[in-house]
């Protein structure tokens, strides 16, 4: 790392100002997991750091049951699953969260930097998917709405312009079960071989997250299945299936090859169908 | 180019000048001298460099030491008081906690900031607060000995 400018706004204005002013060659510092990492190995290069965790809105978590849960820009993954109205209400992003790195990492990771980094495998993705979350944006003209469905572009890629701030993520009210199930090389830490999420409820249906198995995380929706009990009908299970065969397109690397994960992805969306279709409010993942 | 920094480390007021791309892990080895903590793998994987920051366990590798300003941190230095061992250090040492000691001050202030949030952890909680301090020559099945006697007697406050 060489010369580098470190700015610690208290105000989001601050924050966006600086933003607009230093475009491309800034960088948003929260949690950092991932950036000092990319500064250290030069995947990332910058001219300064706009270090975020003073600014009052993005460090707030909160839920009301009208509108949902708001995950501030600078909240840790750990302060997310350790939140009681988070376990209570949206215990999909506990699992999610508790499998990312570990509980030293997610003392410092947050949430927003997880999407904003954007791997295929990032473990937040694939839960946020499917609750239907979207992403608070602002910069130093005002704040916009993006869908979380379509953030990703690619790998390590969003649609975000370098003068934007992430300042929180926003999940709708949600009804029905959901689970994430994560499978990785070893019973410790790791990055995800393949992540599914998956949430059903008689009103919206069926829909899962695949992570880490196409160049973004990735949305599938399967409509028109009535009840519970249907998600262990052959039949559905194939066409669910299928449809989620054609919306990825996993590539063989360091930790699994293309095969095993397609191998992986029809095992863990069972498995999901499978906890998905147990009686009760909520699922536990195993 | 640097800035002025203040914060406490074990107790203590330091006021320093830093460089803005340095870590705190850099800081508190370089330029304090406080050699406990160790870089393992400078990537936030190994836990080697854990210290406690504002009450919470963390990677110094992975935090500016710009980012420490006005932050208490704690280290492995901070553990024995008045040369006495504290109760972490006493039972690793019954326990065969470590062998060669590498991985050893970041089990500790991983162990200790555990303790202080959650008094009676249990075994699962215990191996899930250490699951970032990785070690190549316990085995860790000591280490998990030493955290849960130290917990049923009830850790220092």
């Known amino acids: 790392m060489r010369e580098l400018e470190y700015f610690r706004p208290a105000t989001l204005e601050e924050a966006t100002a600086l933003l607009h002013r230093y475009g491309s060659r800034a960088r948003v510092l929260a949690g950092g997991t991932d950036l000092l990492v990319g500064l250290r190995d030069g995947t990332i ?8 965790k003073a600014i009052p809105e993005m460090r707030q978590l909160s839920f009301r049951p009208a509108s949902g849960l708001f995950i501030g820009g600078a909240v840790t993954v750990n302060r997310l699953i350790r939140d009681p109205e988070v376990g209570r209400h949206y215990p999909v992003l506990v699992q999610a969260g508790r499998s990312l790195a570990n509980a030293l990492v ?4 947050t949430v927003v930097g997880n999407l904003c980094n954007a791997s295929p495998a990032a473990d937040m993705a694939p839960a946020l998917l499917v609750l239907g979350a979207s992403l608070r944006v602002a910069d130093n003209g005002g704040t916009r709405t993006v869908p979380l469905a379509g953030f990703f572009t690619g790998p390590k890629k969003h649609v975000l312009r370098p003068e934007e701030l992430v300042v929180g993520v926003e999940v709708p009210p949600v009804e029905g079960r959901a689970v994430y199930l994560k499978k990785a090389r070893i ?16 009103a919206t249906g069926l829909r899962l997250g695949l992570g880490a198995v196409a160049p973004t995380p990735v949305l599938v929706s399967v409509p028109g299945i009535a009840g519970r ?3 262990g009908a052959e039949d559905v299970q194939a066409a669910v299936l299928e449809k989620v065969f054609s919306s ?13 994960r397609l191998a992986m992805v029809e095992y863990l969306v069972k498995r999901v169908l499978a906890h998905l279709g147990e009686a009760g409010e909520h699922a536990q993942a195993d | 180019m640097r800035r002025q920094i203040r914060l406490k480390v074990n107790g203590e007021d330091v006021s320093v000048s830093v460089d803005t791309h340095k870590t705190l892990l850099w800081l508190l080895r370089e330029e304090l001298h406080l050699k406990g903590t160790k870089e393992g793998c400078g990537r936030g994987e190994c836990g080697a460099c854990t210290v406690i920051l504002n009450g919470e366990p963390v990677n110094s590798c992975l935090v500016l030491a710009v980012e420490a300003d006005g932050a208490e941190v704690r280290t492995i230095e901070g553990e024995a008081r008045d040369g006495r061992l504290s109760d972490l250090q006493e039972a690793f040492i019954r326990h065969n906690a470590l062998q060669c000691g590498f991985c050893t001050p970041g089990m500790i202030m991983s ?14 909680e215990i191996r899930e607060a250490i699951e970032g301090n990785l070690c190549r020559c316990t085995g860790y099945l000591p280490v998990l000995q030493a955290i849960r006697e130290v917990a049923a007697r009830g850790a220092r406050s």
Request: one cysteine or more.
């Open chain 1, 229 to 231: 009990e249907q998600l």
């Open chain 1, 187 to 202: 019973k410790g830490f790791d990055l995800a071989q393949v992540g599914v999420a998956g949430l059903f409820s008689p």
């Open chain 2, 111 to 124: 162990a200790r900031a555990l303790l202080e949030r959650n008094p009676h952890p249990t075994d699962e």
């Open chain 1, 45 to 52: 290069s910058c001219a300064c750091v706009v270090d975020v």
């Open chain 1, 106 to 109: 997610r003392n410092r990771a």
């Open chain 1, 248 to 260: 990825i397109d996993p590539i063989s690397d360091q930790r699994a090859s293309r095969e095993y």
